[in-house]
């Protein structure tokens, strides 16, 4: 089918050992999915609630990996080889690895994709079975999640905030969570604020008094 093709490869990272599993055919297809998480506050006065970043979700990759053993023969039982020979390398990898109390990091390598993370789901369909019963063709749809440390995820997140301390007038009719949007672009940070400024009752602000607004990070 995909002879003349570079073959894709799942690298399984146990704790004590390294398995590259080649897959038999290369997928016809494969789909990556990215998001966001948000929290949607209401706030009194808006028409519609204001959205708070998160966090960010993993992505994923799926496939369907296709299996068949039908030309295969097994020269010690002369009967056609088990396709789970060849998937349960895979299926492996959701199982946990005792040095490392958890399955193995996987890494699937094709052609310019090179996706690290974990196997989080499996199916297996079974389509065609030799004269002793046993499964000769399989299908795998499995899907990858992509791990990183908080280490390494840190040093690829720009922060930025307001990078001095800054002082401003409240005004008649200024709110506490409208100045944080302002100066945070976030309504829900206005705590920071209300605690630099000892605020014991945020809705009630006099206008003319100077507040500080705190920087934010280092």
Known sequence: MDSGLEKAIIVIK???????VKVKFNPTEYSMESGNQYSWQSIPGLSQPLAQFVAGEATTLSMELFFDTSEEIDEATKQKVDVRDYTKKVVAALDIDKDLHAPPTCTFMWGSLNFTGVIE???QRFTMFGSDGKPIRATL?????????????LKHIPRQSADRTKQRIVKQGDKLWQIAAEEYEDPALWRAIARANDIADPGNLEPGRLLTIPRLYG
Do not use: G, H, L
């Open 141 to 153: 749809n499995v899907t990858f999640k992509a791990i990183q440390s908080m280490k390494d995820q």
């Open 14 to 20: 146990f704790a004590k050992k390294e398995d590259r």
């Open 121 to 123: 789901k499996i199916s």
